[in-house]
């Protein structure tokens, strides 16, 4: 569904760039042509920019964490680079591009499961699922359906996935989740205390795990469950273990213009850690991350710790 909606709306908007510039070429006039595509690209890196605006004033004056300016307009640039890649590319048009991959060899190799954020789907893994493929890892990523749903309706699309890769190869999987995926894995766990032997090791990458200030402007379920102190994140907190949460690697940035105040992608009894200088969707493919993820799965890549980034 997602994928669908994604699509419509990148048509729709190559469309009205491309007739805007049309008309104005055909009628003599350059400079209007080139002013409408412009804004385009203006408006959408202004967006972002009042992101990052509100998460730096989410910082107090003393915070050690607080990025410099400089971190800050790089992070932006990064985040105005990356997120059409995904927004307009690989979620609507290749979302299926990368299969599953089930495949088992002698001995057995320990499998992901990839899990993504709002308004997201599959496509956002694949850099990460072409790189496991030619590494030869068994890996399945998830589509979260419904899109704005609440996140407990995802914890049975968690489950399937996990029991799939434990099946085909015989081993608890490493768990991968950016953003609001993050909390879909922990509802899962938390729903069945006997689960945390089915999850070798869970990295959640910029997981709005306190919530975010930004969910505050959300209407739709999930978005309301996202909001800082919602009742449901209490609620969620009231289920866990120390066991489970003990099984979380949590990467966080001072610069994610998507889950602020900064702690809130912070998990107390995880292994948190930081990323300097990374925005929100820039994160899920940051090198650190592919590196402890293939760490967790004893695997020495050939390829060497490059990020999981590509064109895919």
Request: glycine share 10%; proline share 5%; aromatic share 8%.
């Amino acid at each position: 569904m997602l994928a669908r909606l994604q699509q419509l709306t990148t048509v729709a908007l190559a469309g009205a760039v491309v007739g805007w510039a049309t008309w104005f070429l055909a009628h003599g006039r350059p400079g209007l042509a080139i002013a409408g595509v412009a804004a385009v690209g203006l408006s959408y890196a202004a967006i972002l920019g009042i992101e990052f605006v509100l998460l730096y004033q989410s910082y107090d004056a003393g915070d050690l964490l607080r990025p410099r300016a400089r971190q800050l307009i790089g992070a932006w640039m990064a985040e105005v680079l990356c997120a059409p890649c995904v927004f307009l590319w690989r979620q609507p048009f290749r979302s299926g591009a990368e299969l599953d991959s089930l495949a088992t060899t002698t001995p057995a190799r320990r499998g992901v499961v990839f899990v993504h954020g709002f308004i997201c789907n599959r496509g956002l893994w694949n850099p990460w699922m072409a790189r496991f493929r030619r590494l030869g890892l068994p890996f399945l990523a998830v589509d979260l359906e419904p899109v704005f749903g609440s996140i407990d309706r995802y914890v049975a699309t968690v489950d399937s996935a996990v029991a799939t890769l434990e099946r085909a190869t015989g081993l608890a999987p490493v768990i991968v989740s950016h953003s609001m995926g993050g909390l879909a894995v922990r509802a899962w766990l938390a729903g069945n205390p006997g689960r945390e032997s089915r999850a070798h090791q869970i990295v959640t990458i910029g997981a709005p795990h306190a919530g975010t200030w930004l969910a505050c402007l959300g209407r739709t379920m999930n978005g309301r469950q996202m909001r800082l102190g919602s009742a449901w994140l209490q609620a969620l907190k009231a289920r866990e273990t120390l066991a489970g949460r003990e099984r979380f690697t949590c990467f966080f940035g001072h610069c994610d213009n998507i889950v602020f105040p900064t702690s809130s992608a912070t998990l107390a009894g995880a292994d948190n850690r930081h990323l300097p200088g990374t925005p929100h969707v820039k994160m899920a493919y940051h090198p650190a991350i592919v590196v402890e993820v293939l760490r967790l799965l004893d695997v020495d890549s050939p390829d060497g710790p490059a990020s999981a980034t590509g064109s895919g």
